[in-house]
């Protein structure tokens, strides 16, 4: 059947950013368009954010529901004062020690920022890439970025300009790739409570709920780690959705012990399954990939190896559950939503 919300007819090109290329980038974004764009995170679909038809076209790219509120990108703390209404001087501490860098913070927003943007919210959620052409790219374009996650809604997120290619190919007209991301998991998502004197955490990232707990009293919302119920209202709408998984079926398998996992993984050896496992496990029969042994590996391969599983022609994965402290809850959170938390306890 064809898929009418494709754009067919745009010819998508990938290009290593240089003077040129991000002139055209900003040139595009000024008209309205989507351009692919690397972060230190993951890749991002971006546009002008104070230009709701542009916007608009992101979710279209991504076939997003309309009510998940897109990031917005700034290079300086002027885009964050144009853009929202009130700064809690927390804010602005936190912004001194992490930006440019993976920390999202929620304000209330001007209306300046269209509602399309705030996904009908009366917040705004801002965030300082640390990419140094993407920083040049927002200053180029004199107005803060809209970016989301940079795939089809639903599947792993990028990043690599080839996993962005993959999902957007004939959707966008340009992919400015600036190689593999560093970190490899989105940004940690935080809002201010108590009058904007504590923090509490939406979405763990690599910036962790003990480093931000230096500044100020900090809490993680309960939908980090929990599926929140089918009417619940939740404070991030993206909560809601079945995240970041390959066609491949997923689930997690929490145990201390090697050989419980290998006789497990050997009971499923049926030529679909496969085992994602930290990397030094013995006695496993059935093809393995090993998504790192430490934390930050495990974060910045996850969404790789996911979508290796589909390139392997997997049918099922059983992927060995991560630490729950540390940046290991970042890797935990986007694993419980690819897994549709499916959890196996050996
Ligand atoms: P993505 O753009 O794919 O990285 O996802 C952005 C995440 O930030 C989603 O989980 C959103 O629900 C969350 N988010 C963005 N804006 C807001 C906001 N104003 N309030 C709460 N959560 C937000
Ligand atoms: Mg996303």
Same mark, same amino acid.
């Given at each position: 059947?064809?898929?009418?919300?494709?754009? !067919?007819?745009?010819?998508?090109?990938?290009?290593?950013?240089?003077?040129? @290329?991000? #002139?055209?980038?900003?040139? +595009?974004?000024?008209?309205?368009?989507?351009?692919?764009?690397? &972060? *230190?995170?993951?890749?991002?679909?971006?546009?002008?954010?104070?230009?709701?038809?542009?916007?608009?076209?992101?979710?279209?790219?991504?076939?997003?529901?309309?009510?998940?509120?897109?990031?917005?990108? $700034?290079?300086?703390?002027?885009?964050?004062?144009?853009?929202?209404? *009130? $700064?809690?001087?927390?804010?602005?501490?936190?912004?001194?020690?992490?930006?440019?860098?993976?920390?999202?913070?929620?304000?209330?927003?001007?209306?300046?920022?269209?509602?399309?943007?705030?996904?009908?919210?009366?917040?705004?959620?801002?965030?300082?890439?640390?990419?140094?052409?993407?920083?040049?790219? $927002?200053?180029?374009? /004199? @107005?803060?970025?809209?970016?989301?996650?940079?795939?089809?809604?639903?599947?792993?997120?990028?990043?690599?300009?080839?996993?962005?290619?993959?999902?957007?190919?004939?959707?966008?007209?340009?992919?400015?790739?600036? /190689?593999?991301?560093?970190?490899?998991?989105?940004? &940690?998502?935080? #809002?201010?409570?108590?009058?904007?004197?504590?923090?509490?955490? +939406?979405?763990?990232?690599?910036?962790?709920?003990?480093? +931000?707990?230096?500044?100020? %009293?900090?809490?993680?919302?309960?939908?980090?780690?929990?599926?929140?119920?089918?009417?619940?209202?939740?404070?991030?709408?993206?909560?809601?959705?079945?995240?970041?998984?390959?066609?491949?079926?997923? !689930?997690?398998?929490?145990?201390?012990?090697?050989?419980?996992?290998?006789?497990?993984?050997?009971? %499923?050896?049926?030529?679909?399954?496969?085992?994602?496992?930290? /990397?030094? *496990?013995?006695?496993? *029969?059935?093809? &393995?990939?090993?998504?790192?042994?430490?934390?930050?590996?495990?974060?910045?391969?996850?969404?790789?190896? +996911?979508?290796?599983?589909?390139?392997? /022609?997997? %049918?099922?994965?059983?992927?060995?559950?991560?630490?729950?402290?540390?940046?290991?809850?970042?890797?935990?959170?986007?694993?419980?939503?690819?897994?549709?938390?499916?959890?196996?306890?050996?």
């Amino acid at each position: 059947m064809i898929n009418r919300d494709k754009v !067919t007819f745009l010819k998508t090109e990938i290009k290593k950013p240089s003077y040129e @290329v991000l #002139c055209e980038a900003a040139e +595009l974004i000024k008209k309205g368009e989507v351009v692919a764009i690397p &972060t *230190e995170t993951v890749y991002g679909l971006a546009a002008d954010a104070y230009n709701p038809e542009a916007c608009e076209k992101i979710f279209k790219a991504k076939g997003r529901p309309q009510d998940n509120p897109l990031i917005i990108h $700034i290079c300086d703390l002027d885009m964050l004062k144009n853009s929202v209404k *009130e $700064i809690p001087p927390l804010a602005l501490t936190l912004a001194e020690h992490f930006w440019s860098g993976s920390l999202t913070m929620i304000f209330p927003k001007k209306d300046i920022v269209p509602d399309t943007t705030s996904g009908g919210l009366d917040t705004v959620a801002v965030r300082m890439p640390d990419n140094e052409d993407t920083l040049n790219l $927002i200053k180029m374009c /004199g @107005v803060p970025l809209a970016a989301p996650s940079a795939n089809l809604s639903g599947s792993p997120s990028p990043t690599t300009a080839q996993h962005v290619y993959a999902d957007m190919n004939g959707r966008i007209p340009l992919i400015i790739d600036g /190689g593999e991301c560093k970190n490899g998991v989105e940004s &940690t998502v935080i #809002c201010f409570t108590d009058g904007g004197t504590g923090i509490k955490v +939406l979405r763990p990232g690599v910036i962790t709920a003990e480093m +931000l707990s230096r500044f100020a %009293k900090t809490e993680t919302d309960k939908n980090v780690f929990a599926k929140p119920d089918e009417n619940e209202k939740v404070i991030s709408p993206g909560a809601k959705y079945k995240h970041y998984s390959p066609r491949a079926d997923i !689930t997690i398998i929490e145990t201390d012990s090697d050989g419980k996992l290998a006789e497990f993984l050997n009971s %499923k050896n049926d030529g679909g399954t496969y085992g994602v496992i930290f /990397g030094g *496990e013995k006695g496993i *029969e059935v093809p &393995t990939i090993s998504y790192g042994s430490t934390a930050q590996e495990q974060a910045h391969n996850l969404f790789a190896v +996911l979508r290796k599983t589909d390139e392997l /022609g997997a %049918k099922r994965a059983y992927v060995r559950c991560p630490e729950k402290t540390g940046v290991g809850t970042a890797v935990y959170n986007r694993l419980l939503r690819a897994a549709a938390f499916k959890t196996i306890i050996l």
